[in-house]
């Protein structure tokens, strides 16, 4: 079914990463364990209209460039440095243009407190998706959630 919407539509998401320091130093020094990703704002399924999601990370790493196609969008990694990830956002619909977000990986600070009480940082930007024209089908899954 190739039925449209007109108009914009709005989705929030967020994206950041959370870094645990690890208990002793890895033998390459990685010093940190941290997970980078995507969700929707209001934890609503965001492979709903979400097809995958690359993300890219420095080129120190031996796969700096990892799909995910499955919820939850997310990598998790070791080392010892902060970089640029990469995040980029494909849609179901192939007309809706990818979503490019760059975030600092960030590994020494905000520091918070997990509900066992272990210490670590995270950062999370807010963003919006801006839906143009969309599809019936994600227009009923975009207004109804
Ligand atoms: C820079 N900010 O731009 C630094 C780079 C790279 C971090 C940080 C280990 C990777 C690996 C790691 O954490 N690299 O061992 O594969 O130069």
Redesign the pocket.
Same mark, same amino acid.
């Given at each position: 079914n190739k039925e449209r919407v007109d108009g914009e539509f709005i989705k929030p998401i967020i994206y950041g990463n959370r870094a645990y320091r690890l208990p002793e130093k890895l033998p390459?020094? !990685?010093t940190h364990r941290w997970t980078v990703y995507v969700r929707s704002y209001n934890n609503e399924k965001l492979s709903n209209y979400v097809r995958k999601v690359q993300f890219k990370i !420095?080129s120190?790493?031996?796969n700096p460039i990892q799909v995910v196609e499955n919820e939850p969008f997310e990598i998790t990694e070791t *080392?010892? *440095?902060?970089?640029h990830v990469q995040i980029k956002l494909y849609f179901i619909d192939p007309m809706e243009r990818q979503v490019l977000c760059t975030h600092y990986l960030v590994l020494h600070q905000p520091e918070y407190s997990d509900e066992n009480g272990s210490k670590f940082v995270m950062k999370e930007c807010y963003d919006e998706i801006i839906f143009v024209n969309p599809l019936r089908k994600i227009y009923d899954v975009i207004t109804n959630e």
């Open positions: 390459n020094n !990685h !420095h120190d790493y031996k *080392g010892w *440095g902060e970089f």
